[in-house]
């Protein structure tokens, strides 16, 4: 592996992700790297059976849901010191998280996606998906897979 000179670190505001965060910002200010931090809120559909959701009321979700997100990233990155050193940016996007998170490393040309993993296995992670998993397989650059 070359040394990344543009990190992503997708999260979901968990311990886990924040374990990954702490990696990338260790491998961003050791390569003297740029890191993107990125959240994804899944959208919601309007319309489910019978049942549609007003299109402003939608639109309202959207709009808090991504700016409560943005002060979330700022929250995220001030829980560590070390986040002063490095070149970091935030963005969130609406959608799906494996869709989003490949979108994203298409778009900011990233050589190093540094993602938590957490640990399911067999049926749960089967019932449930992986979004680790996913991207690990989607993507066009190396992956990092962090283990809580």
């Known amino acids: 592996m070359k040394a990344p000179q543009q990190i992503l670190v997708p999260t ?6 924040d374990k990954a965060l702490q990696e990338g910002l260790f491998l961003a200010k050791q390569f003297n790297a740029k890191l993107y931090l990125l959240h994804v809120v899944e959208d919601i559909q309007q319309c489910a059976a019978d049942y549609c959701i007003g299109a402003k009321f939608v639109e309202e979700y959207r709009t808090s849901a991504i700016k409560g997100s943005q002060q979330k990233l700022k929250s995220e990155l001030d829980k560590y010191p070390e986040a002063k050193d490095v070149q970091t940016t935030t963005n969130v996007r609406v959608g799906r998280p494996t869709e989003e998170i490949l979108k994203e490393e298409k778009d900011k040309n990233i050589d190093l996606i540094v993602i938590a993993s957490h640990g399911k296995t067999g049926f749960l992670q089967n019932l449930m ?3 680790a998993e996913r991207v690990s397989r989607g993507a066009k650059c190396e992956v990092m897979l962090v283990k809580a």
């Open 12 to 17: 979901d505001f968990s311990q886990y992700a």
């Open 129 to 131: 998906g992986s979004v």
